[in-house]
């Protein structure tokens, strides 16, 4: 009577189970479980515009979401003919590629299969959907650390430099920004590196009671709730390296004012596409033109900078194979200095020229001491060929102050596959899709796969400004 009362899917699993009674292996139970601590586990995923619709795609499938209509200042008088007052509702709209798929697989072994549904999801699942959570956050925050920084006039703070003695300057400076930019004063988010946080919670501004007008709630829980009109969260995975990069440090002959764009007198050599940072200006600034002991950065001097400045020179290391278009696993480089690893949260560019195309890493391994592997925010826009240059970023925070519909976070649900023992199913809720699938294997246990499929789209590059940091 029992098996009468379940449903296909779950009788399914429980036959896989075999006879030991343990039905917590329930697909539903687990697909909903996996939301639910994904949406637990994202930050930034849950502060940008979610775009779901419950139609199955499959990776590389197009799909589209919408930017919002912007209305005019209109104004009329008796004689206005109607027809001109009308204002479209019509949204633009965004296709989106599904290139980011998420996917956590792993082996729950013979002798724990008879572990309790809590047992089971403490050990395996939660660890697991935090990668999954910590790679969606880092493919989002990556594509803001890369999407919003093309101009100087986007851009608040200086690389490398925010202090507890500045950061409220540049906290100012976003606000300023924003508002010319005309971003809805609602719906502003500032997520912050751990390092950016330490230093906001050392500014007498941001934690005096009587300064923030907050009864000292900043300084009781270290949370820094609203901050000059912006809701403030802490981002472990916002883009940032400070240490331990391939650098080599350079100066320049001669004073430049601020919005100089002419060439540069260096003392030493750089080559056409690295990323360089002159003290003074701190931006993340790379070279459009070069040769021995000159320089032309892609942008004017933001601010003025004085003879003998430090240039910060980071340097190019090479694609180890070659890796078409669209593709959107690991890339190995190499030649790098010695112990001088790629990084995650490292911007990472490829290209020269209308070819430059900008990533940011969200995964790297020291697979030698001169070669990385590592994995970028989303597949490559443009071919790369064995030992083409690649340019790593500078150090810095890449802050960012955003709209919620600035970026785009889209999913879809994945096909399911049942039978020859395999298990599937999928949870949708809050614009998020997930799927959850197992398979039973001879002596190894149960294999399980969690699997996300998305796509990342900017929709206004005005809703957004870089705090460097």
Excluded at 18 to 34: K, Q, R, V, Y
Excluded at 360 to 387: H, M, N, Q, Y
Aim: charged share 20%; net charge negative.
């Amino acid at each position: 009577m029992l098996e009468m009362l379940k449903s296909p899917v779950q009788l399914a699993c429980y036959d896989i189970v075999g006879d030991s009674g343990n039905d917590c292996f329930i697909p539903e139970l687990w697909a909903n479980e996996t939301l639910a601590l994904l949406t637990e586990n994202m930050v930034v995923a849950n502060l940008v515009h979610r775009d779901f619709e419950d139609n199955v795609k499959e990776f590389g499938d197009v799909v589209h979401t919408r930017k919002p209509a912007e209305s005019k200042i209109k104004r009329r008088t008796d004689d206005t003919t109607a027809s001109t007052l009308n204002q479209s509702t019509t949204s633009t709209d965004v296709p989106v590629t599904l290139n980011q798929w998420f996917n956590q697989t792993f082996t729950i072994k013979p002798g724990e299969m008879s572990l309790s549904f809590k047992n089971l999801v403490d050990t395996y699942l939660v660890p697991r959907v935090k990668v999954m959570a910590r790679g969606i956050d880092r493919a989002l925050l990556g594509r803001a650390a890369n999407a919003f920084t093309s101009t100087a006039a986007k851009r608040a703070g200086r690389l490398a430099a925010l202090a507890s003695d500045n950061v409220y300057g540049y906290c100012v400076e976003l606000d300023k920004i924003m508002n010319e930019n005309k971003v809805p004063e609602d719906g502003r988010n500032l997520l912050l590196a751990p390092s950016a946080k330490a230093q906001m919670l050392q500014c007498d501004k941001f934690v005096k009671a009587n300064e923030r007008g907050d009864g000292g709630m900043a300084l009781a829980t270290a949370k820094l709730g609203t901050v000059l009109g912006f809701d403030t969260y802490m981002a472990q995975n916002v883009s940032s390296v400070m240490t331990g990069a391939d650098i080599e440090l350079l100066s320049i002959t001669e004073p430049h004012a601020a919005e100089y764009a002419s060439t540069l007198e260096i003392a030493g050599t750089a080559y056409v596409g690295e990323f360089v940072n002159i003290a003074g200006n701190d931006q993340p600034t790379y070279l459009t033109d070069a040769s021995t002991g000159a320089m032309i950065l892609n942008e004017a001097l933001k601010y003025a900078v004085l003879d003998n400045a430090v240039v910060t020179h980071y340097m190019k290391c090479a694609a180890n194979a070659t890796y078409a278009a669209g593709y959107s696993e690991d890339i190995v480089l190499k030649s790098h200095t010695s112990g001088k690893n790629i990084q995650v949260g490292q911007l990472l560019a490829f290209g020269t020229g209308a070819n430059r195309r900008t990533y940011t890493v969200i995964e790297a391994e020291a697979t030698s001491v001169t070669t990385s592997t590592v994995l970028l925010d989303r597949p490559l826009e443009i071919g790369v060929t064995a030992d083409d240059a690649a340019f790593p970023g500078p150090y810095g925070s890449f802050n960012i102050g955003m709209h919620r519909n600035a970026l785009a976070l889209v999913t879809r649900p994945l096909v399911t596959v049942s039978g020859a023992g395999m298990v599937c199913q999928v949870a949708s809720a809050n614009g998020l899709s997930v799927r959850i699938a197992w398979q039973d294997v001879i002596n190894e246990g149960r294999k399980v796969a969690i699997d996300m499929l998305a796509g990342v789209a900017v929709l206004d590059s005005d809703l957004a400004v870089q705090l460097l940091g």
